[in-house]
């Protein structure tokens, strides 16, 4: 793993982003490059057939995505809707999401059945559906996978998704500058689902900051489940068992409106609070700054109209502007970055409900 940025850089900044996918609502993702009027030059390394907003070649694009049944998936159909329309050239077919594995392998085939130009999936199951990403690669179908990851690079064209350790890295990050003057610092954590391989990164990368800072001791730590009731009943029983501490670690934005709801009731305001993904609830609550809740790391549901994005530069045959390569990457990990009160109005406009 490269290293870290200077923490101060990490905590504001969207360069760590191969292309800022949490900046899509400001300027298109794929911009073009200008061609060289001069016959008797050498072409300029950087001219290359890219993307750009001018109207191309049609494509299709097939989206399959599992159940919005959670805010953050629900905003990955959003942005991948709301992207698809700024194209002309782009006709999206899309899926009713399902987290049935049986279910979403059959709306997949029936995308590849159509023939779709290029296809994009959020599997409800990574591993479960790699032979359907397969299948649709050796018919001629190119795949960018999004997120939740196949098991083989044969299965998907592109990947693109967030860095789960990386929110935890950038938290505990966050939370150790904050607490690095204070003595016997003692933080806890609130996870998200223990049997998923996203939530042991997140812990992970929040463990592994915290070994920067040896005046921080992590004394607690319970996993709830993605969802307010969740966030409030783990919430509380964390308060009870903790009387004291200084810093709170949640994991996700949405199991983080139960946990703000406990610790109102508890009356607790004596530590200050890290949340995760990039709620507008939560990046309303830091801009009032009145309460426990002083920042949220990003984990951009942006990336399904980046996903978007490069699928239609695939079906158009082109790459990406600013690169030299002909091709897009084979693997796009986004940035998570911090917002506190100090940048949060420039992300404002990506949160989601």
């Not at 018919?139 to 998704?161: E, H, K, M, S």
């Not at 996870?191 to 070994?211: H, I, P």
């Not at 009731?229 to 810093?247: C, I, R, W």
Request: proline fraction near 4%; hydrophobic fraction near 40%; charge should be negative.
């Amino acid at each position: 793993m490269p290293e870290p940025t200077p923490f101060t850089n990490r905590f504001t900044s969207r360069r760590g982003m191969l292309f800022g996918a949490a900046a899509v609502s400001a300027g298109t993702l794929l911009v073009g490059c200008t061609s060289n009027d001069s016959k008797d030059e050498e072409p300029a390394a950087n001219d290359q057939p890219a993307a750009d907003d001018k109207p191309g070649k049609q494509v299709t694009i097939g989206f399959a995505g599992p159940q919005a049944d959670h805010g953050w998936l629900n905003a990955i159909n959003d942005n991948a809707e709301s992207r698809a329309k700024k194209y002309s050239d782009v006709t999206l077919e899309i899926t009713e999401g399902s987290n049935d594995t049986a279910q979403q392998i059959g709306q997949i085939e029936t995308l590849i059945n159509k023939k779709v130009d290029v296809l994009v999936v959020l599997p409800a199951d990574g591993k479960a559906l790699t032979q359907v990403g397969l299948k649709a690669m050796r018919a001629g179908i190119p795949v960018v996978n999004l997120d939740r990851i196949f098991n083989t690079p044969q299965a998907y064209r592109c990947w693109v998704g967030g860095d789960n350790y990386g929110m935890g890295l950038n938290a505990g990050h966050y939370i150790g500058e904050k607490l690095k003057g204070k003595a016997d610092a003692r933080v806890i954590e609130l996870a998200g689902l223990d049997n998923l391989e996203l939530t042991k990164q997140r812990t992970q990368g929040f463990d592994d900051a915290l070994k920067n800072y040896p005046n921080i001791k992590k004394v607690a730590r319970q996993a709830a489940e993605f969802t307010v009731e969740s966030g409030q009943a783990k919430m509380a029983q964390l308060l009870q068992a903790q009387s004291k501490f200084d810093a709170l670690w949640n994991h996700d934005d949405d199991q983080g409106v139960g946990a703000l709801r406990a610790i109102e009731q508890a009356g607790r305001d004596d530590f200050l609070m890290v949340g995760g993904a990039g709620a507008l609830a939560a990046f309303q609550a830091i801009k009032q700054d009145s309460g426990v809740l002083k920042a949220t790391v990003l984990y951009p549901p942006t990336m399904a109209a980046s996903a978007i994005d490069l699928a239609r530069a695939l079906g158009q045959g082109k790459g990406v502007g600013g690169l030299a390569e002909y091709e897009i990457p084979a693997s796009i990990t986004l940035y998570s970055a911090v917002v506190d009160k100090t940048n949060v109005d420039q992300y404002m406009s990506t949160g989601f409900k």
